[in-house]
């Protein structure tokens, strides 16, 4: 909510690249696993890409390896995705969230996505559409 602010969202042709940020306020990501979750009409949130702020690993959905990266930048306490060669698919809401260590495992923060995290963000829009 207030601890987390997406940004970048936009209209994209196909085969485009765009940038994702989601700024954190009231902690630092350092002791965080962070995430980016999207949203389509009609369809349950999936987990796309996290990170863990602690040792910097990362997990990435099978429909977006080798097009997003995640990355942070602790010095802003801020996390982006970086989207390139984007699909029609890949439209819709995005959202960033975050959970204090320990978790059981970053996959599972990412793939089992929960309302329960400290904290989620109110999403930020990507349309791709030629």
């Known amino acids: 909510q207030v601890h987390l602010v997406e940004s970048g969202g936009d209209l994209v042709q196909p085969g485009g690249s765009l940038t994702l940020s989601c700024a954190a306020s009231?902690?630092?990501?350092?002791?965080?696993?962070m995430g980016w979750f999207r949203q389509a009409p009609g369809k349950e949130r999936e987990g796309v890409s996290c990170l863990s702020g602690r040792d910097g690993s990362t997990y990435y959905a099978d429909s977006v390896k080798g097009r997003f990266a995640i990355s942070r930048d602790n010095a802003k306490n801020t996390m982006y995705l970086h989207m390139n060669s984007l699909k029609t698919e890949d439209a819709a809401v995005y959202y960033c969230?975050?959970?204090?260590?320990?978790?059981?495992?970053?996959?599972?923060?990412?793939?089992?996505?929960?309302?329960?995290?400290?904290?989620w963000g109110r999403g930020t829009q990507v349309t791709v559409s030629s």
């Open positions: 009231g902690f630092t990501l350092d002791n965080y696993a």
């Open positions: 969230a975050a959970e204090k260590f320990p978790i059981p495992s970053l996959r599972g923060f990412c793939v089992n996505p929960s309302s329960l995290y400290d904290y």
